[in-house]
């Protein structure tokens, strides 16, 4: 059994504790200021390179993270629904928001 594991990969998710300036969305606007703050603090090169990111959120639809999934060309980028779903399983969100 030990054998067969080792060849298995698996989604690893590591975060650390931050406050949000915006900790809780109810509109677009609130999910817009915790997309500034991000796209602030990721030292992405915006006007450059296309990023897609998922932001998750806990019952309460406060943001509990957020995780670059992609990260492409000027033209676009293509992101893996799977890897989505299973980063979000991970931190055990309850809702998300893509950019």
């Not at 990111?53 to 990260?71: D, M, P, Q, T, W």
């Amino acid at each position: 059994m030990e054998a067969e594991n080792k060849y298995l990969n698996e989604i690893t998710v590591s975060y650390a504790k931050k406050r949000f300036t915006s900790t809780t969305v109810n509109s677009s606007k609130d999910v817009q200021a915790v997309a500034r703050e991000i796209f602030n603090n990721c030292k992405c090169q915006l006007e450059l390179k296309e990023y897609f990111f998922i932001i998750l959120l806990n019952r309460a639809n406060e943001v509990i993270g957020y995780h670059k999934l992609s990260e492409g060309g000027i033209c676009g980028t293509v992101v893996d629904i799977r890897i989505a779903f299973g980063t979000a399983l991970k931190w055990k969100a309850a809702g998300s928001y893509c950019l």
